[in-house]
């Protein structure tokens, strides 16, 4: 008889848990994910900032990342930092990137309950990319048209030794220097600099700064050296800019040229 009582008490004491957990399980599955995470103590979501970043190697430069959680007063605050290809760009457990090599990787941060947030990380020979003639050499990248080539020309230049010059043309003519920008998604070409010199027919023979979407400005007459800066934020691909210095049908006027120096392209993140 005590042995069966013992029996029905264990065996009431277990239908008792069952049914405690079964009601406690019940309960607890009747939170939303995000009700969960906020009774555990976890976060909903992560953010960084900034969101794309832009690195050149070899300058000890790097990028310090901030990791949000949402909510911001989570317990469980762990946040775990990795990239998809080191070799190009490295970051540590504080969220500070180092770049290692040319080329695009993802850093991403990681919560210690599996929400995720990323970063793209461009490591670029340089933000700026500066072109210029003083290697008595064109750059790579240059081409030239028209009815005659421009030239390299050591007698004037807004700096350095060299500038280039527009080739020798007659009536009804032109001379065209072309340079293609291949600009990386996620990015924009922000701005394109030059310097510029012109000696012609005012009026007439014009030097013309063209993009993809026809003339941007135009010059004549007799300029000395100046600088432009012109800004125009163009998206991601291939963007060819041209230098075309053209002649009417009759006249000529001053050394009947133009010339180009220190050329740069700048990028930036796109917004």
């Known amino acids: 008889m005590i042995g069966k009582t013992r029996f029905t008490i264990l ?40 969101q794309i970043v832009i690195l050149t190697p070899g300058q000890n430069e790097t990028a310090a990342l901030t990791a949000s959680l949402l909510p911001g007063d989570s317990s469980e605050d762990a946040v775990t930092w990795t990239s998809v290809d080191s070799s190009i760009a490295s970051v ?62 050591d007698s004037t230049h807004n700096s350095g030794s060299y500038s280039i010059r527009s080739g020798l043309i007659g009536d009804s003519q032109s001379t065209i220097v072309s340079y293609t920008v291949d600009v990386p998604y996620q990015l924009i070409l922000s701005t394109v600099s030059f310097s510029r010199k012109v000696s012609s027919e005012s009026g007439y023979d014009t030097l013309k700064f063209i993009s993809d979407n026809g003339t941007i400005m135009s010059w004549s007459g007799e300029r000395d050296w100046e600088r432009y800066s012109f800004s125009l934020n163009l998206s991601g691909g291939l963007h060819t800019f041209r230098w075309s210095y053209s002649k009417d049908a009759a006249a000529a006027s001053g050394s009947d040229a133009a010339w180009i120096d220190d050329i740069e392209f700048t990028f930036a993140p796109l917004d």
């Open 11 to 50: 065996a009431t004491s277990i239908i008792l848990l069952y049914i405690a957990l079964t009601l406690f399980v019940s309960c607890d599955s009747e939170l939303s994910e995000e009700e969960w995470n906020i009774e555990k103590g976890y976060p909903n979501g992560i953010t960084i900032s900034p």
């Open 92 to 153: 540590d457990q504080n969220g500070v990137v180092s770049p290692e090599d040319f080329g695009k990787t993802i850093i991403t941060a990681r919560t210690c309950n599996g929400k995720e947030a990323t970063c793209a990380v461009y490591v670029l020979h340089n933000s700026t990319q500066y072109k210029s003639f003083d290697n008595a050499a064109w750059p790579e990248g240059f081409t030239l048209t028209g009815d005659s080539d421009w030239v390299l020309d």
